[in-house]
Structures are given as C-alpha cells and as structure tokens.
C-alpha cells in the first residue's frame, strides 16, 4: 500500500520533469538551429517478486533532424543544407552547433553572434583555425602591365591619335595618356608613336617606333613598344603596348582607309587601392569577397564536423554541443564526405514540431492525473486502515 503511495508520486515527478523538457521545445521553436529533446523514463525494479517501486528520469535525448531553411538577406548568415555542424573556437575547445547566425567583429573575424565564439575555417591542407578576413579588407594596388592595342591604322592618313587611355602606376594612381601615330614619309609601314599625358600634351614621355609588313599585319618584332610610368614616389613601371602579330588579322593592320582609322587600346590590368563592397558565402562554404575595382577573390572556407554518433553529443550551451570521446567526429569542407552544402544569407529554424509537442503534452497530462489518483487511492486505504484500527 505504502508502494503504491510512492510509485504514484515518483510517476508525478517525472512527468513534470518531462513537461519541463516540452515546454523547453515549445519555448524554443523560433530559436535558429534548435535541437528538439525527448525525455526518457526508467523503470525502478523492486526485485524478484515486487510489482517495481516507481519510475525516474534517465535522461535526455536530442532530435537532429534538420529545420527548416528560412532566407534571411544577412550576408553573414548561413545554413547547412544536410548533415554537419558548424565548428566554433574558444580556448583550444572546439563546439558544434547548426546555428549559423554569425557576423564579423571589428578584428575582422567571424564570430557566433549569441555566443561571441569564433567560427572556424578549415585550409585546403585540412588546418584548421579561425576564419579571419582582416588581411582581405583592402586589396593593394596593381601597376598596369600590358595594354592591346587593335582595329585598323589606316595607311592612306598621316596620323592617328588616340587619347584617354587609363593606366595605374605602382602606387594606383590613375594616369590618361595620349597615344599619336605619325607614319613615316621615307620606310613603308613604319610609325612613329609619341606617349604623353593627357593632362600634358607636350611632354612626351616616350617614342616608339612600329612597322607593318606588306600584308598590313604587324612586323615580327617590331609589333610592341614600353613606356615607362612613373609615380608621385618616383617609382615608375613599365606598361607594354602590343599591336599584335605577323598574319594575326583579328588585332591591329595597316591598311588603305583613307583617312579614318579606328585602332584603339584596351589596359588589360591594373588598378587602385580596392575597397570591400560585399561578400558572399558559396554552396562550398567558401567566402567570396567583391571589390571596388569589380574585382572577386576567394576567401576562407567553413570547416564543417561530420558527427559519427549525434546521440553522444552534449548540450553545454544554447544551442551548442560538445563532442564526447566516442563521438566520432570528422572536419571538411560543404559539399564532401557526406556532408551537406551551404545555404548563403539563410538560417536553419528549430527542428521542433508543434503537433508532437502537444501530443506528447496530452500524454503527460493524463499520465500526471493517473499518478495522482493512485495517491488519493492510496490515501483513501490508509484513511480506511487507520480507522480499523480505532475500532470503527
């Protein structure tokens, strides 16, 4: 009888342990990257012939199946579509969560927005470390090289010029100069071409000279000429004008048009000091990162943890886990061994389902008032026992 009075007390306090850990799922179904839980019941044997002396709790079990994937526009965050979990840093520690709710920090590195941790990238040598763009900022000037110079340089005019060609120097300073082709009165085919500045016609700061062979291509070895421009450092680099090749139609020829001639140039390279103006996570995991000059560089990679055993994962913090010694856990890139790719500027929602929650509630409910009824039961028989013994 006294039994029966504590099996029915030890079922009412697990389940409104169990309703804690519902209530926890509900409260949680709009928390990015959720893990639903499930509360798990063991019976407390009696021994041989004892009808059991009641229930407990033996812990908690973790859903993992995937949430939804609800776009954001946040550049910053992501989603992993299939399996894996992100990888955060602190203190030699490593945590997994699929919450990719991250942002970058004034040092340039992406961090967890709720935690402050460090997310991890992971090299192409499988090193990994924090994911860290601050070299990336800016990108450095680039001195132009190489301009190409194409279309027709009419044989039948005298000269031809063309202007507003923009070259950078070494310190990204953007330089317009003037090309004049003069066509020489005494060799067949040959120019001259004067360089200057734009902004100083009379300073000409090289003469060159180009020849073109009788089928109106370019000369071998007489097809391309260097200038060299200088900075306000007083650095200079040498830029390469290129007319083409011998036979090579498709580039520059020297032909009878009568006075017009439609040859221009084409800066292949070069450029200023590039700012940042946007960045983008790839199906990969990998960063791209757009700059001022038009410019797309790939950056640091997600290093994403492939868990052999979920179930052996603990729960520390939020909505981050901790991998345990048979865990089994692995590193990679999205989109290898298994593990899924990345969804850009979108999170993965709470994996909770309402309809399993209430469902479990009601479940709860009538196992707590059938607890509680054996107590009153018990109560009642005892009341009865005691009452016997005064005679009534």
């Not at 500045?197 to 180009?210: D, I, N």
């Not at 048979?326 to 999205?334: Q, Y």
């Amino acid at each position: 009888m006294f039994q029966a009075f504590f099996n029915g007390l030890s079922g009412m306090l697990s389940f409104s342990k169990n309703l804690d850990t519902v209530s926890n799922n509900i409260s949680n179904m709009n928390t990015p990257g959720f893990r639903a839980a499930d509360t798990f019941y063991d019976s407390l044997s009696g021994g041989e012939g004892n009808g059991g002396i009641g229930t407990q709790i033996s812990g908690l079990g973790y859903r993992f199946t995937p949430g939804d994937i609800k776009q954001t526009g946040n550049a910053t965050d992501v989603a992993i579509s299939g399996q894996g979990f992100f990888t955060l840093l602190q203190d030699n520690e490593q945590y997994l969560t699929r919450a990719g709710q991250f942002t970058f920090n004034s040092e340039g590195i992406l961090v967890d927005k709720n935690s402050g941790l460090s997310v991890a990238s992971l090299s192409d040598t499988g090193a990994m470390s924090e994911f860290d763009i601050s070299s990336l900022k800016m990108q450095a000037p680039k001195a132009s090289t190489s301009v190409e110079l194409s279309g027709n340089l009419s044989s039948g005019a005298s000269s031809h010029e063309i202007s507003g060609v923009k070259v950078f120097n070494k310190l990204g300073e953007e330089i317009e100069l003037t090309l004049k082709f003069t066509k020489s009165t005494t060799v067949t085919g040959e120019w001259s071409v004067d360089v200057s500045k734009s902004s100083a016609p009379g300073v000409v700061l090289s003469t060159s000279k180009v020849t073109f062979g009788p089928d109106g291509t370019p000369k071998q070895g007489e097809a391309s000429f260097s200038v060299n421009i200088e900075d306000s450092m007083g650095g200079s680099a040498a830029v390469t004008f290129a007319l083409g090749s011998p036979s090579n139609f498709s580039q520059s020829t020297s032909m009878d048009t009568g006075e017009t001639s439609t040859l221009k140039a084409d800066v292949k390279d070069g450029s200023a000091v590039a700012s940042l103006t946007s960045i983008e996570f790839s199906s990969d995991g990998s960063l791209a990162l757009k700059y001022s000059n038009g410019e797309t560089v790939k950056g640091p990679s997600l290093a994403l943890a492939q868990v052999k055993d979920e179930s052996s994962l603990k729960l520390v913090n939020g909505n981050m886990f901790i991998a345990q010694g048979n865990s089994g856990v692995t590193f990679g890139k999205a989109g290898t061994a298994g593990l899924g790719g990345i969804a850009g500027k979108s999170i993965e929602l709470s994996n909770v389902d309402l309809s399993r929650e209430f469902a479990d509630m009601l479940v709860i409910q009538r196992g707590y008032q059938a607890s509680s009824r054996l107590l009153n039961v018990s109560n009642q028989l005892l009341e009865q026992l005691y009452e016997n013994t005064r005679g009534r």
